[in-house]
């Protein structure tokens, strides 16, 4: 079993950044792909951005490209993502997981979120 803790959110007015961490515990991290998903109120969750354990990384091209960037410090067993540029849409509570791929249904391990709240 892997226990996955997010931290890092907050309040922040657009334009900001913020740097949310996601601690592993129970297990490494190894091999699995590590992910952010976001979840704004109403809508479903989606993908965000995810790491191999090798650094490749994907992204939402959508929302995110450019703006955010997803790092692995295995030794640490620690996922970050750093967002720069913040909308007012970004707005969400973000999840770390932990799976086989980097789509929502391949993840094995969740955390329980941290709130990200960006305002205008």
């Known amino acids: 079993q892997v226990q996955l803790v997010e931290s890092g959110g907050g309040l922040v007015q657009a334009g900001d950044s913020l740097r949310l961490s996601c601690a592993a515990s129970?297990?490494?991290?190894?091999?699995?792909?590590v992910g952010w998903f976001r979840q704004a109120p109403g809508k479903e969750r989606e993908f965000v951005a995810t790491i191999t354990w090798r650094g490749g990384t994907t992204y939402n091209t959508n929302s995110v490209k450019g703006r955010f960037t997803i790092s692995r410090d295995n030794a640490k067993n620690t996922v970050y993502l750093q967002m720069n540029s913040l909308k007012p849409e970004d707005t969400a509570v973000y999840y770390c997981?932990?799976?086989?791929?980097?789509?929502?249904?391949?993840?094995?391990?969740w955390g329980k979120g941290t709130l990200v709240t960006v305002s205008s």
């Open positions: 129970g297990r490494t991290l190894g091999t699995y792909v």
């Open positions: 997981a932990a799976g086989a791929n980097d789509r929502l249904s391949g993840m094995y391990y």
